[in-house]
C-alpha cells in the first residue's frame, strides 16, 4: 500500500482552479522530486497533503486515511507529515534549541527532559552542534533552515515534505541544506521535495514529477525524466534550467 496515494485532486481558490486533476502514489522510503515553472500548482500541491489546504474534488490518502475526510484528527496528521518552507520562520528571541523543543513541548505535551534529549540529538543530526543556544539572528540562512528541519524532525514525522527549501539561501550554505536532506531521505525517511535543484533531484529522488499550470505533464526516474522528457513543455522547462 503506498504511503501517499492522491487520485484525481482538484483545488480552486475561488474561481480559479490550481490542480485539475492530480495523481500520484508514492511508497514508504520514496524520495519524490516535483519540479516546474512557478505557479504550476507544486506548493498548493503539498500543502494539500498536510491538511494546509482543503480540496474541491478527488482524493488524497496518507497511510490509509482521507485527508479531506471532515473528521480526520488534523493534529494527528500534522504530527505524520512535516513540512519545511522556504522561509523558515523560526522563532527569532527563542534559541535552537527552544525553537526545536517548542512543539513537542507545547503541542505534543511531551515531558520537558526527554524532548531536549532529543532536541540536542536532532541539533546534531543536522551538523549544528554546539549551536543549541544560538538565536536565529546568530545563525545562516542554511543553519536557520536546518534547525527548522529538525524543529519538524522533533515531531517523529513518518513523511517530510521540502517546499523549495534552498531557494532563498546563499549559494555556499544551500549544500548543506541538501546534505541534510540527503541523509534523512538515506535513513529511509519518505519525502516530497519541491526543488528547483536539478543535480539534487537527479542525484537522489527515485521518481520526478513535472507539473505545469495543475497538471502533471511528465513523470518517471530520475535517469529517464532527465535525458528522455518527451513533453514539450518538459523539455523547454529543462533546456532552461539545466
Ligand atoms: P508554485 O508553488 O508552483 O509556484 P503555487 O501552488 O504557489 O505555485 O500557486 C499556484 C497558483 O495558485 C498561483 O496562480 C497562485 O497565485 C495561486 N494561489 C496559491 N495560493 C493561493 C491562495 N491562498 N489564494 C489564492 N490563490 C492562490
Ligand atoms: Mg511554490
Redesign the pocket.
Given at each position: 500500500m503506498p504511503i501517499i496515494s492522491l487520485r484525481d485532486v482538484h483545488k480552486s481558490?475561488?474561481a480559479?482552479e490550481?490542480l485539475k486533476g492530480v495523481s500520484f502514489d508514492v511508497r514508504k522510503g520514496e524520495v519524490v522530486c516535483i519540479i516546474?515553472?512557478?505557479?504550476?500548482?507544486?506548493?498548493?500541491?503539498i500543502?494539500c497533503i498536510n491538511g494546509l489546504?482543503n480540496i474541491q474534488k478527488g482524493s488524497i490518502k496518507v497511510e490509509g486515511q482521507e485527508v479531506n475526510d471532515p473528521k480526520l484528527d488534523l493534529l494527528a496528521l500534522r504530527r505524520k507529515v512535516g513540512i519545511v518552507f522556504q522561509q523558515y520562520n523560526l522563532f527569532p528571541h527563542k534559541t535552537a534549541l527552544q525553537n526545536v523543543m517548542m512543539a513537542p513541548v507545547l503541542v505534543l505535551k511531551e515531558p520537558r527532559r526527554e524532548v531536549e534529549e532529543r532536541a540536542r540529538a536532532l541539533i546534531a543530526k543536522v551538523r549544528l552542534e554546539g549551536k543549541e543556544n544560538a538565536y536565529p539572528g546568530q545563525l545562516s540562512g542554511g543553519q536557520q533552515q536546518r534547525v527548522a528541519i529538525a524543529r519538524s524532525l522533533a515531531m517523529r514525522p513518518d513523511i517530510m515534505l521540502f517546499?523549495?527549501v534552498t531557494a532563498a539561501l546563499d549559494p555556499e550554505t544551500v549544500k548543506e541544506v541538501l546534505l541534510t536532506i540527503r541523509e534523512l531521505a538515506a535513513e529511509g525517511m519518505t519525502c516530497i521535495l519541491?526543488t528547483h535543484e536539478m543535480g539534487f533531484a537527479r542525484e537522489v529522488a527515485d521518481h520526478v514529477y513535472f507539473?505545469d499550470r495543475?497538471v502533471i505533464v511528465e513523470h518517471g526516474p530520475p535517469d529517464q525524466f532527465f535525458t528522455k522528457a518527451k513533453d514539450p513543455r518538459t523539455r523547454q522547462f529543462l533546456s532552461q534550467v539545466l
Open positions: 481558490f475561488g480559479v490550481v516546474g515553472p512557478s505557479g504550476s500548482g507544486k506548493s498548493t500541491l500543502r489546504n517546499d523549495e519541491v507539473t495543475g
